[in-house]
């Protein structure tokens, strides 16, 4: 008998995880438990959002600073609306001074109250300004909306948006989370047809509680399919029931990206690590 040979192991799906620049120290302190947690996945990257006109910056470089010293890759949101050239000049350099290879560039909102202004207008602009200036110093990520970006004119003029990034020279796509891996697929095969092959990995937002999700969604235009809608409220305040309900909706959700073959996974942490883990768990990352 011939000796069997041993198959090679399958590459191993990559992970990334998001999080928020907390408000106080306790919610610093918080954070810092949840990372370690959530660094035994081994992640590619954490990213650190960004507030509205840059609000939070300086909470967003600290927790990115931080996540560099921990000794993990660390990408910065970088939103643009009512910046200017030299002001993203200065942040650019500050970061790459830090040690950050790597963006999620955003157009972004203004605070409210606030009227348009800047020398940026759209995500695209700011993707070209830092190849300029920079060259291929950072990996950029761009954003991408498979229910289509809820100021878009059409579906259409949404996916022209999203090649003008690319072509500016994005690398790489993070989505906005959903619930419906047909609209990933099609999201992905309509790039696929415009020449594009950068790869768009999915965002999951696991289910901690039914009326922030909803309030969420409705605020980012996510479609929260009626079944679950209905099924979250029909809960109550039974949040155990809520969120094991969840962990089955969205460990089946990533099941269908990853056949499908999304290239990886981008969680929405909300800075707690017990469902992102659960789901990790679940799909054997």
Same mark, same amino acid.
């Given at each position: ?149 809820? !100021?878009?004119?059409? @579906?259409? %003029?949404?996916?022209?948006? /999203?090649? =003008?990034?690319?072509?500016?020279? *994005?690398?790489? &796509? ?81 099941? !269908?990206?990853?056949? @499908?073959? %999304?290239?990886?996974?981008? /969680?929405? =942490?909300?800075?707690?690590?017990? *469902?992102?883990? &659960? ?7």
């Amino acid at each position: 008998m011939n000796a069997r040979t041993p198959q090679a192991a399958a590459p191993r799906l990559p992970v990334s995880f998001e999080f928020f620049p907390p408000k106080t120290a306790e919610g610093v302190d918080r954070l810092r438990t949840v990372r370690a947690q959530l660094y035994q996945r081994r992640p590619q990257f954490c990213s650190v959002t960004y507030g509205a006109g840059g609000s939070t910056q300086e909470g967003t470089f600290a927790a990115v600073r931080e996540i560099l010293a921990e000794g993990m890759d660390a990408a910065s949101h970088f939103s643009c609306i009512g910046a200017t050239r030299d002001s993203v000049r200065a942040q650019l350099a500050e970061l790459k001074a830090m040690g950050v290879r790597r963006l999620v560039a955003l157009r972004g909102d203004l605070p409210s109250g606030y009227g348009v202004g800047g020398e940026f207008h759209y995500a695209s602009d700011l993707v070209a300004f830092i190849r300029a200036e920079t060259g291929r110093d950072f990996h950029i990520e761009v954003a991408a909306y498979p229910e289509i970006h809820p !100021q878009a004119r059409s @579906a259409e %003029a949404d996916l022209q948006a /999203f090649a =003008t990034k690319v072509r500016a020279g *994005a690398d790489s &796509a993070i989505t906005q989370y959903f619930f419906n891996a047909d609209a990933y697929q099609r999201f992905v095969d309509d790039v696929r047809r415009m020449g594009l092959d950068v790869p768009v990995v999915p965002g999951i937002m696991p289910i901690l509680g039914a009326t922030q999700l909803m309030r969420f969604s409705d605020a980012c235009g996510a479609e929260i399919p009626r079944w679950i809608r209905l099924r979250l409220q029909g809960f109550g305040d039974d949040t155990a029931s809520i969120r094991a309900f969840g962990l089955d909706v969205v460990t089946r959700l990533c099941e !269908q990206l990853v056949q @499908a073959g %999304a290239p990886g996974l981008h /969680f929405y =942490t909300m800075n707690q690590s017990a *469902a992102t883990l &659960a789901l990790c768990e679940r799909l054997g990352l």
